[in-house]
């Protein structure tokens, strides 16, 4: 059985052999959450409205603002965040971003490191930070429909003690009932994600 988890934070065992756990402070509702990617985000697949952010949203009682642009990339992404920070100041920023940069074909290693600049510079604004895996692209997961993550994730979250909500949004798009074409969820995978969000995030302590 494919495990829904996240990534907590770098060097997990030594923390825990340590007796320390790292932990996230609860929002309240009402908290001003950013939502910062791409297409996915924004919601391209679905009706207005049936994107993860709102759903998400009713589920917590946040104001989550829809950050996310079809088509933008991790690169692109380094330049827009900033702006975007000053003018919501969110106490919480989650970021699904990368597929696009994939899709073109950039070095993995590139894009973790312009991840990595959006992280820091959520931190900088005084923001929390949590980052949802986005699938490879590979000949596996074509040939079997089951994505997986690319592994920078999973690496940027050990590096920089994140927490990597992980194979929410893979499973979504392995399942076929669940997406409007290749890389978008429908409303129905949208809902689905919405719902591992807000389970992964409650048990990261962000929701009361």
């Given at each position: 059985?494919?495990?829904?988890?996240?990534?907590?934070?770098?060097?997990?065992?030594?923390?825990?052999?340590?007796?320390?756990?790292?932990?996230?402070a609860a929002l309240p509702?009402?908290?001003?959450?950013?939502?910062?990617?791409?297409?996915?985000?924004?919601?391209?697949?679905?009706?207005?409205?049936?994107d993860w952010p709102t759903?998400?949203?009713?589920?917590?009682?946040?104001?989550?603002?829809?950050?996310?642009?079809?088509?933008?990339?991790?690169?692109?992404?380094?330049?827009?965040?900033?702006?975007?920070?000053?003018?919501?100041?969110?106490?919480?920023?989650?970021?699904?971003?990368?597929?696009?940069?994939?899709?073109?074909?950039?070095?993995?290693?590139?894009?973790?490191?312009?991840?990595?600049?959006?992280?820091?510079?959520?931190?900088?604004?005084?923001?929390?930070?949590?980052?949802?895996?986005?699938?490879?692209?590979?000949?596996?997961?074509?040939?079997?429909?089951?994505?997986?993550?690319?592994?920078?994730?999973?690496?940027?979250?050990?590096?920089?003690?994140?927490?990597?909500?992980?194979?929410?949004?893979?499973?979504?798009?392995?399942?076929?009932?669940?997406r409007a074409d290749a890389?978008?969820?429908?409303?129905?995978?949208?809902?689905?994600?919405?719902?591992?969000?807000?389970?992964?995030?409650?048990?990261?302590?962000?929701?009361?």
């Amino acid at each position: 059985m494919r495990r829904r988890t996240f990534v907590a934070f770098a060097a997990a065992a030594l923390l825990a052999g340590c007796g320390r756990k790292p932990k996230l402070a609860a929002l309240p509702a009402g908290a001003t959450v950013l939502a910062f990617g791409d297409s996915v985000t924004y919601g391209t697949g679905a009706a207005p409205g049936e994107d993860w952010p709102t759903r998400l949203a009713a589920r917590s009682g946040w104001r989550i603002v829809n950050a996310g642009v079809p088509g933008d990339t991790a690169e692109a992404g380094r330049q827009r965040i900033g702006p975007l920070l000053d003018e919501h100041r969110p106490a919480l920023v989650i970021v699904e971003i990368g597929g696009n940069d994939f899709l073109r074909r950039r070095p993995q290693a590139a894009v973790k490191e312009d991840l990595r600049a959006i992280v820091a510079a959520a931190r900088a604004a005084g923001a929390q930070v949590v980052l949802v895996a986005v699938p490879e692209l590979s000949l596996l997961g074509a040939v079997t429909r089951k994505p997986s993550d690319a592994p920078i994730y999973a690496e940027l979250g050990d590096e920089e003690k994140l927490p990597v909500v992980a194979d929410v949004f893979a499973d979504t798009l392995g399942d076929p009932a669940l997406r409007a074409d290749a890389i978008h969820p429908n409303a129905h995978g949208y809902e689905r994600m919405a719902g591992e969000l807000h389970a992964a995030l409650r048990r990261l302590g962000l929701l009361r």
